[in-house]
Protein backbone atom coordinates (compact mmCIF):
# COMPACT_ATOMS: atom_id res chain seq x y z
CA UNK A 1 0.00 0.00 0.00
CA UNK A 2 1.47 3.28 -1.15
CA UNK A 3 0.83 6.54 0.83
CA UNK A 4 1.20 10.49 0.69
CA UNK A 5 1.48 11.62 3.96
CA UNK A 6 1.47 15.44 5.44
CA UNK A 7 1.76 16.70 8.89
CA UNK A 8 1.64 20.08 9.87
CA UNK A 9 2.89 21.47 13.41
CA UNK A 10 2.01 24.85 14.05
CA UNK A 11 3.13 27.13 17.20
CA UNK A 12 1.79 30.56 17.51
CA UNK A 13 3.83 33.11 20.37
CA UNK A 14 2.10 35.85 22.27
CA UNK A 15 5.42 38.10 22.65
CA UNK A 16 8.23 37.38 20.19
CA UNK A 17 10.84 34.18 21.36
CA UNK A 18 14.20 33.96 21.69
CA UNK A 19 16.30 31.58 19.96
CA UNK A 20 16.26 28.18 20.16
CA UNK A 21 17.00 24.63 18.95
CA UNK A 22 14.31 22.08 17.74
CA UNK A 23 15.08 18.43 17.40
CA UNK A 24 12.58 16.97 15.28
CA UNK A 25 11.49 13.01 14.64
CA UNK A 26 8.79 13.10 12.05
CA UNK A 27 9.90 11.43 9.30
CA UNK A 28 8.42 8.09 8.38
CA UNK A 29 11.36 5.35 9.05
CA UNK A 30 13.03 3.04 5.82
CA UNK A 31 12.55 -0.43 7.41
CA UNK A 32 13.31 -3.19 5.21
CA UNK A 33 10.63 -5.55 4.29
CA UNK A 34 8.41 -3.24 6.75
CA UNK A 35 8.45 0.22 5.00
CA UNK A 36 9.99 1.77 2.29
CA UNK A 37 10.26 5.85 2.22
CA UNK A 38 10.14 7.19 -1.49
CA UNK A 39 10.57 10.66 -0.87
CA UNK A 40 10.21 12.92 2.49
CA UNK A 41 11.09 16.47 2.39
CA UNK A 42 10.28 18.78 6.01
CA UNK A 43 10.23 22.59 5.96
CA UNK A 44 10.24 24.83 8.68
CA UNK A 45 9.09 28.18 8.47
CA UNK A 46 10.44 30.33 8.90
CA UNK A 47 13.65 28.52 8.16
CA UNK A 48 15.98 27.86 10.59
CA UNK A 49 19.58 29.47 10.94
CA UNK A 50 21.30 25.86 10.66
CA UNK A 51 19.83 22.97 9.98
CA UNK A 52 20.70 19.24 9.93
CA UNK A 53 20.05 15.54 10.19
CA UNK A 54 21.35 12.25 11.89
CA UNK A 55 19.82 9.24 13.51
CA UNK A 56 19.53 8.31 16.94
CA UNK A 57 20.39 5.22 18.72
CA UNK A 58 17.17 3.66 17.77
CA UNK A 59 18.22 4.48 14.30
CA UNK A 60 15.18 7.42 14.21
CA UNK A 61 15.76 9.94 11.97
CA UNK A 62 15.87 13.50 13.49
CA UNK A 63 16.19 16.40 11.83
CA UNK A 64 17.92 19.15 14.31
CA UNK A 65 16.70 23.00 13.70
CA UNK A 66 18.42 26.35 15.10
CA UNK A 67 15.47 28.87 15.42
CA UNK A 68 16.30 32.68 14.94
CA UNK A 69 15.19 34.83 17.98
CA UNK A 70 12.00 37.34 17.78
CA UNK A 71 9.65 34.45 15.72
CA UNK A 72 5.49 35.21 16.26
CA UNK A 73 4.87 32.16 14.94
CA UNK A 74 6.73 28.50 14.24
CA UNK A 75 5.51 25.94 11.77
CA UNK A 76 7.07 22.52 10.62
CA UNK A 77 5.60 20.73 7.70
CA UNK A 78 6.65 17.40 6.86
CA UNK A 79 5.30 15.87 3.46
CA UNK A 80 6.28 12.31 2.03
CA UNK A 81 5.27 9.14 0.15
CA UNK A 82 5.72 5.91 1.66
CA UNK A 83 5.28 2.40 0.55
CA UNK A 84 4.09 0.25 3.57
CA UNK A 85 4.82 -3.54 2.50
CA UNK A 86 2.17 -6.16 3.56
CA UNK A 87 2.98 -8.77 5.83
CA UNK A 88 2.20 -12.51 5.84
CA UNK A 89 1.75 -13.44 9.25
CA UNK A 90 3.46 -16.81 9.83
CA UNK A 91 3.03 -19.48 12.53
CA UNK A 92 3.56 -18.66 16.13
CA UNK A 93 7.55 -19.79 16.87
CA UNK A 94 8.17 -17.77 20.05
CA UNK A 95 9.04 -19.78 23.32
CA UNK A 96 6.57 -20.43 26.26
CA UNK A 97 7.08 -17.60 28.68
CA UNK A 98 9.47 -19.69 31.35
CA UNK A 99 11.98 -19.82 28.71
CA UNK A 100 12.20 -16.31 27.32
CA UNK A 101 14.79 -15.17 30.29
CA UNK A 102 16.74 -17.41 28.64
CA UNK A 103 17.12 -16.73 25.13
CA UNK A 104 17.65 -13.17 26.16
CA UNK A 105 20.16 -14.01 28.13
CA UNK A 106 22.04 -15.83 25.06
CA UNK A 107 21.68 -12.49 22.63
CA UNK A 108 25.30 -11.14 23.18
CA UNK A 109 24.67 -8.10 20.56
CA UNK A 110 24.58 -4.43 22.33
CA UNK A 111 23.09 -2.89 18.99
CA UNK A 112 20.15 -0.79 18.87
CA UNK A 113 17.78 -3.86 17.77
CA UNK A 114 19.33 -5.59 21.37
CA UNK A 115 15.96 -6.89 23.57
CA UNK A 116 18.34 -5.92 26.65
CA UNK A 117 17.94 -2.06 26.07
CA UNK A 118 14.22 -2.55 26.55
CA UNK A 119 13.74 -4.88 29.86
CA UNK A 120 14.21 -2.84 32.70
CA UNK A 121 12.55 0.20 33.74
CA UNK A 122 13.38 3.94 31.80
CA UNK A 123 12.30 7.44 32.40
CA UNK A 124 8.77 7.16 32.03
CA UNK A 125 7.94 3.71 32.50
CA UNK A 126 8.94 2.67 36.11
CA UNK A 127 7.88 -0.50 37.78
CA UNK A 128 4.25 -0.11 38.74
CA UNK A 129 3.35 -2.94 40.83
CA UNK A 130 -0.70 -2.19 39.72
CA UNK A 131 0.08 -2.49 36.23
CA UNK A 132 2.53 -6.27 36.82
CA UNK A 133 0.10 -7.47 38.76
CA UNK A 134 -2.59 -6.72 35.64
CA UNK A 135 -0.30 -8.21 33.54
CA UNK A 136 -0.03 -11.20 35.60
CA UNK A 137 -3.19 -12.16 35.59
CA UNK A 138 -4.38 -11.32 31.77
CA UNK A 139 -1.76 -13.55 30.22
CA UNK A 140 -2.29 -16.40 32.62
CA UNK A 141 -2.81 -19.71 30.39
CA UNK A 142 -0.92 -18.30 28.19
CA UNK A 143 1.25 -20.99 25.71
CA UNK A 144 3.92 -18.79 24.02
CA UNK A 145 5.43 -15.22 24.63
CA UNK A 146 3.15 -13.20 21.38
CA UNK A 147 0.01 -15.35 22.97
CA UNK A 148 0.97 -12.98 25.97
CA UNK A 149 1.64 -10.31 24.18
CA UNK A 150 -1.65 -10.24 22.49
CA UNK A 151 -3.49 -11.50 26.14
CA UNK A 152 -1.98 -8.16 27.27
CA UNK A 153 -3.43 -5.83 24.86
CA UNK A 154 -7.08 -7.37 24.64
CA UNK A 155 -7.26 -6.49 28.62
CA UNK A 156 -5.73 -3.24 28.15
CA UNK A 157 -8.16 -2.39 25.32
CA UNK A 158 -10.79 -3.56 27.50
CA UNK A 159 -9.81 -2.01 30.91
CA UNK A 160 -9.14 0.96 30.00
CA UNK A 161 -11.20 4.09 28.24
CA UNK A 162 -9.46 6.11 24.72
CA UNK A 163 -9.88 9.83 26.49
CA UNK A 164 -8.39 12.76 24.75
CA UNK A 165 -8.87 14.94 27.60
CA UNK A 166 -7.74 12.41 30.75
CA UNK A 167 -4.11 12.82 30.70
CA UNK A 168 -1.28 14.96 29.72
CA UNK A 169 1.93 14.22 27.69
CA UNK A 170 3.85 14.19 31.36
CA UNK A 171 0.70 12.69 32.69
CA UNK A 172 2.43 9.11 34.82
CA UNK A 173 1.34 6.00 34.01
CA UNK A 174 0.56 5.08 37.42
CA UNK A 175 -1.99 7.76 37.37
CA UNK A 176 -3.18 7.36 33.70
CA UNK A 177 -4.04 3.30 35.00
CA UNK A 178 -5.37 4.34 38.29
CA UNK A 179 -8.08 6.05 36.51
CA UNK A 180 -8.38 3.62 33.31
CA UNK A 181 -8.52 6.27 30.67
CA UNK A 182 -6.07 8.00 28.96
CA UNK A 183 -4.48 7.59 25.18
CA UNK A 184 -2.83 5.68 22.57
CA UNK A 185 0.73 7.63 24.49
CA UNK A 186 -0.25 6.19 27.61
CA UNK A 187 -2.25 2.49 26.76
CA UNK A 188 1.52 2.20 24.72
CA UNK A 189 3.35 3.25 27.89
CA UNK A 190 1.32 0.59 29.96
CA UNK A 191 1.44 -2.42 28.24
CA UNK A 192 5.69 -2.00 27.74
CA UNK A 193 5.60 -1.80 32.02
CA UNK A 194 3.10 -4.75 31.83
CA UNK A 195 5.93 -6.45 29.57
CA UNK A 196 8.81 -5.48 30.89
CA UNK A 197 7.45 -6.76 34.62
CA UNK A 198 6.82 -10.16 32.91
CA UNK A 199 10.33 -10.31 31.58
CA UNK A 200 9.48 -9.59 27.75
CA UNK A 201 11.33 -6.57 26.27
CA UNK A 202 9.00 -3.81 25.23
CA UNK A 203 10.08 -1.04 22.78
CA UNK A 204 7.51 2.24 22.49
CA UNK A 205 7.11 2.65 18.55
CA UNK A 206 6.20 6.46 17.49
CA UNK A 207 4.38 7.10 14.20
CA UNK A 208 0.99 7.65 12.03
CA UNK A 209 -2.03 5.86 11.96
CA UNK A 210 -3.94 6.03 8.77
CA UNK A 211 -8.06 6.32 9.61
CA UNK A 212 -10.79 5.60 7.33
CA UNK A 213 -14.19 7.50 7.91
CA UNK A 214 -17.92 6.08 8.78
CA UNK A 215 -19.42 4.57 5.42
CA UNK A 216 -21.51 6.88 3.38
CA UNK A 217 -18.93 9.60 4.98
CA UNK A 218 -16.51 12.20 3.94
CA UNK A 219 -12.80 12.08 4.52
CA UNK A 220 -11.99 14.94 6.73
CA UNK A 221 -8.44 16.27 6.13
CA UNK A 222 -6.18 16.27 8.93
CA UNK A 223 -8.24 13.63 10.61
CA UNK A 224 -5.48 11.29 10.83
CA UNK A 225 -3.31 11.01 13.96
CA UNK A 226 0.09 10.92 15.42
CA UNK A 227 0.17 7.33 16.87
CA UNK A 228 1.88 5.01 19.45
CA UNK A 229 1.68 1.58 20.27
CA UNK A 230 4.53 -1.73 21.45
CA UNK A 231 6.87 -3.09 19.76
CA UNK A 232 7.62 -6.65 22.04
CA UNK A 233 9.96 -9.28 21.80
CA UNK A 234 8.96 -12.92 21.40
CA UNK A 235 12.25 -14.86 21.61
CA UNK A 236 15.16 -15.76 18.78
CA UNK A 237 12.81 -17.40 16.61
CA UNK A 238 9.61 -14.55 17.06
CA UNK A 239 12.17 -11.87 17.24
CA UNK A 240 10.35 -8.70 17.39
CA UNK A 241 6.12 -8.05 16.75
CA UNK A 242 4.29 -4.55 17.03
CA UNK A 243 1.03 -4.29 18.85
CA UNK A 244 -1.81 -1.82 18.72
CA UNK A 245 -3.27 -1.93 22.54
CA UNK A 246 -5.37 1.17 21.72
CA UNK A 247 -6.93 -1.14 18.37
CA UNK A 248 -6.40 -4.22 19.99
CA UNK A 249 -4.56 -5.66 16.92
CA UNK A 250 -1.30 -6.42 15.61
CA UNK A 251 0.28 -3.82 13.71
CA UNK A 252 -0.80 -3.32 10.10
CA UNK A 253 -0.45 -1.53 6.82
CA UNK A 254 -2.52 1.38 8.30
CA UNK A 255 0.57 2.18 10.73
CA UNK A 256 3.29 4.20 9.45
CA UNK A 257 6.47 4.01 11.75
CA UNK A 258 8.37 6.86 12.72
CA UNK A 259 10.71 5.46 14.80
CA UNK A 260 11.23 2.97 18.09
CA UNK A 261 13.06 3.93 21.83
CA UNK A 262 12.36 2.97 25.26
CA UNK A 263 9.35 5.14 25.82
CA UNK A 264 7.91 8.42 24.91
CA UNK A 265 10.97 10.44 25.72
CA UNK A 266 13.14 8.48 23.03
CA UNK A 267 10.63 9.45 20.14
CA UNK A 268 8.99 12.43 20.84
CA UNK A 269 7.97 14.39 17.81
CA UNK A 270 9.28 17.75 18.54
CA UNK A 271 11.90 18.17 21.57
CA UNK A 272 14.47 20.70 22.29
CA UNK A 273 14.52 24.46 23.73
CA UNK A 274 12.84 27.84 22.66
CA UNK A 275 13.40 30.90 24.51
CA UNK A 276 9.80 32.05 25.85
CA UNK A 277 8.49 34.85 27.84
CA UNK A 278 4.89 34.43 27.78
CA UNK A 279 1.92 32.03 26.63
CA UNK A 280 1.97 29.84 23.65
CA UNK A 281 -0.44 27.73 21.57
CA UNK A 282 0.25 24.79 19.34
CA UNK A 283 -1.79 22.38 17.18
CA UNK A 284 -1.01 19.47 14.32
CA UNK A 285 -3.11 17.84 12.25
CA UNK A 286 -1.77 14.52 9.94
CA UNK A 287 -3.24 13.61 6.33
CA UNK A 288 -2.78 10.32 5.07
CA UNK A 289 -4.46 9.51 1.15
CA UNK A 290 -3.51 6.51 -0.76
CA UNK A 291 -1.15 6.96 -3.47
Known sequence: MRYKLRLLVTYTFYRPSGGGRQLLRIRPADL??????????LVATPAGAEQREFRDFFGTSVTEVVMPPGLMKLSFEMKARIER?????????????TRLAAEIAGQHMLGPEAPHHFLPASPRIPQVPEIAEFAREAVVGAATVREAVERLGLALHKAMKFDARATEVDTPIAVAFAGREGVCQDFSQIMIAGLRSLGIPGAYVAGFLRTLPPKGKKRLV???AMHAWVRAWTGTDGAWVEYDPTNACFVGQDHIVVGYGRDYSDAAPVTGMLRLDGRQSGSHSVDIVED
Open 222 to 224: GAD
Open 32 to 41: AGVQRVISAD
Open 85 to 97: IARVEGLDISPPL
